[in-house]
């Protein structure tokens, strides 16, 4: 293979999109190069930033021929923010790239060579779907080139309300726009930008953790009509009032707003998690209707954030349980409950097993909404739980949704010996749903269906709901 050097740049036919969304082109010699923000079928220029054995990486230079899929990006931040790289792919080759990721990595990753994959369900809206945001506040705004020439002259550039640059986590991109959520959801934001940048409190710094506003949570109840926020801060409030009067203002805007709550987080990562919590506005919670059932979701509880999408996705799952009304299902990283709930009555009994605490009591609150008598939720580490065999009865199907790690190793090798008959495992990566499939099957399961479903539009994600079946 022909040694590509750093620095060089080089000509290339973009031939597909990799898991993750960078463009993939071959060298005449055979080399792999992933260029970042090309597309399909263009022509592009690339400058290598970095060689390995068997790839290289590369930036774009230019494109020398466009690609008949191209689209006109929607938002003024496409291309800066690390939101969602794909609008510039239109809507239906986006689809058909996701679909070649999935069955690239279980050829790959999990020696899957001849599995035939069902086409990509598509999400019913491609914008405003995300029933929930995460706003970051920083101290350090993003510059435009043109700011950058004079930093000086931007007024509250030690504000920022918004997401984070791609690859600058440091940094924020004080939002003008973004369409992935409900146009309200925006509005809040900006009202929020508003009334925080004129405050005595400071927003967060990440490098030095000084500083008090940290995040900003909006969520939306699409079919109940509810709004949550959730205001985060890295400190209990002075005494001053400050979180109040936001949440008044907030309120008295915007009579759509449900409930409004403060958790404080003074964890140093980078996430909108939390040790205290206290509801300011409302009931502290939201709720959400999915396949014909209400659910509870709190602030801190995990709720899939495609509406539309994960009614489809949860569709897809209790077909693929096949139940007849006696089973015994496991709903193992059952969150709030969704699946199991909506698996129960056509179950004879489901368990839900899940780590997050105020999950577990949603789960159990959202079964009584539901006037659902058959399930039963245990809060825990799955895989310790697991480790101790069917202790809540043998399951007849087992439904893993784990988070984007996948299964714990140990995992991998106790779901096989529950002996249940059938799995459905749905995935929101392929990679490790690939390596994870591959040693369930080498204990006795077979992949039956493959079904990838698109929740994140214009993002280079893709959600997969796969069957298994015991040989
Ligand atoms: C992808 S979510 C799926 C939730 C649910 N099935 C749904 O669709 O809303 C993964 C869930 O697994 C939980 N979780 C993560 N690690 C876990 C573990 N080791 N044991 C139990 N639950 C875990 C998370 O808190 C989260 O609620």
Not at 59 to 78: I, T
Not at 288 to 301: D, H, K, M, N, W
Not at 409 to 425: E, K, N, S
Request: some cysteine; hydrophobic content about 35%.
């Amino acid at each position: 293979m022909s040694a590509l050097k750093k620095k060089e740049v080089i000509e290339l036919e973009i031939g597909s999109l990799a898991f993750g969304g960078r463009g993939v082109g071959r060298t005449d010699e055979g080399m792999t190069v992933f260029v970042d923000d090309a597309l399909p079928g263009q022509q592009v220029s690339a400058l290598i930033h970095k060689v390995k054995k068997r790839y290289a990486e590369a930036r774009l230079v230019e494109v020398l021929r466009n690609s008949p899929d191209e689209d006109e990006p929607r938002c003024v931040h496409f291309g800066i923010c690390g939101g969602c790289r794909l609008q510039h792919l239109n809507y239906e080759a986006q689809l058909r790239e996701k679909g070649d990721q999935v069955r690239e990595a279980l050829r790959r990753l999990g020696g899957f060579r001849d599995l035939e994959t069902e086409p990509v369900r598509p999400s019913p809206r491609i914008y405003g779907y995300r029933n929930k945001m995460e706003y970051s506040f920083g101290h350090a705004r993003w510059l435009t080139p043109a700011e950058m020439q004079d930093p000086e002259s931007v007024p509250d550039r030690d504000f920022g309300l918004g997401l984070h640059p791609r690859g600058q986590w440091y940094r924020t991109l004080h939002l003008a726009e973004c369409h992935l959520p409900a146009p309200l959801s925006m509005e809040i934001m900006r009202e929020v930008q508003e009334i925080v940048s004129r405050n005595r409190m400071k927003p967060y710094n990440t490098r030095g953790h000084t500083g008090f506003w940290r995040f900003l949570t909006v969520r939306e109840g699409v079919r109940t009509g509810q709004w949550l926020v959730d205001i985060i801060t890295s400190a209990e409030p002075d005494g001053s009032g400050e979180v109040e009067t936001l949440a008044g203002q907030l309120k008295a805007a915007f009579p759509d707003i449900t409930t409004i709550t403060h958790t404080i987080s003074r964890a140093k990562a980078n996430i909108a998690t939390g040790e205290k919590e206290r509801v300011l506005v409302g009931p502290g919670y939201i709720e959400e209707q999915v396949g014909g059932l209400t659910f509870r979701i709190s602030p801190r509880a995990f709720f899939q954030t495609n509406t539309g999408g994960c009614e489809l996705l949860y569709e897809t799952a209790v077909g693929f349980a096949g139940l007849t009304g006696s089973e015994r299902v496991y709903d193992v990283f059952c969150g709030t409950g969704t699946i199991a709930l909506l698996m129960a009555s056509r179950a004879g009994e489901v368990v839900g097993i899940e780590r997050v605490a105020p999950a577990v009591i949603d789960a159990t609150v959202n079964a009584k909404l539901n006037g659902i008598g058959n399930a039963r939720f245990v809060e825990g580490d799955a895989t310790a739980l697991l480790r101790e065999g069917p202790v809540y009865g043998d399951p007849d199907v087992i439904v893993l949704d784990p988070p984007r790690a996948g299964l714990h190793p140990d995992l991998r090798t106790v779901i096989p010996t529950l002996g249940a008959d059938r799995i459905v495992y749905v995935s929101c990566n392929p990679t490790t749903l690939a390596a994870d499939l591959k040693e369930i099957c080498e204990n006795n399961y077979r992949i039956e269906l493959v079904q990838p479903i698109d929740m994140f539009p214009h993002t280079p994600h893709i959600e997969c709901v796969t069957l298994l079946v015991r040989d």
